[in-house]
């Protein structure tokens, strides 16, 4: 995989969102420094990460012939996956954009209920995606058994009781880092 993007943008929410994403690709085998990763900074960070997206896809798509690769994620809050993947493409369609493609290089990540869910379960906890579960703050890197975990079961050893939302970002990224 190290090779096969020379670039790979990611923009998420929080700290906890960039710490996981980040060492997601880095055990996926993507290089540090093909790594771009920006989270929000103070504000209403879900408005953040649409403006963000809208302009990533328009410069990524402005380039097709580069080795780019586009990773969003946002937590669904107490919205659903697809909702929260909708809003990303009104958001495309309101800048006079094509909504995204399953072809293109853009994976939306969208943890449900937010991304402790996924640390929670990935840690062996029994989850559901309306509880809310423990925030990492001050110690966002203590996710790494939970980010080796995740990148040794995507995508061959998701089990049944995996929240829908941990698969499906399980399957956005194995599209994603599979070109």
Not at 61 to 79: E, F, G, W
Not at 102 to 119: D, F, G, M, Q, Y
């Amino acid at each position: 995989m190290s090779r096969r993007y020379t670039t790979v943008i990611v923009r998420c929410e929080d700290l906890q969102q960039r710490v996981f994403l980040y060492r997601y690709l880095i055990e996926k085998g993507v290089g540090r420094r093909e790594v771009q990763v920006q989270h929000s900074p103070k504000g209403d960070a879900k408005h953040w990460v649409r403006q963000q997206h809208v302009i990533e896809v328009r410069a990524l798509r402005k380039k097709p012939h580069l080795s780019i690769a586009l990773v969003t994620m946002l937590d669904a809050d107490n919205r659903t996956v697809a909702e929260r993947k909708e809003e990303l493409d009104a958001a495309l369609a309101a800048s006079g954009q094509e909504r995204r493609q399953l072809s293109e290089r853009i994976a939306v990540l969208v943890p449900r209920r937010n991304i402790e869910t996924w640390i929670h379960r990935l840690r062996g906890n029994t989850v559901n995606e309306s509880d809310s579960y423990p925030r990492l703050r001050g110690k966002e890197s203590r996710c790494c058994e939970a980010v080796r975990e995740f990148a040794w079961r995507c995508p061959t050893r998701m089990v049944a009781d995996d929240p829908p939302s941990l698969r499906d970002g399980c399957e956005e990224l194995t599209r994603l880092l599979s070109r």
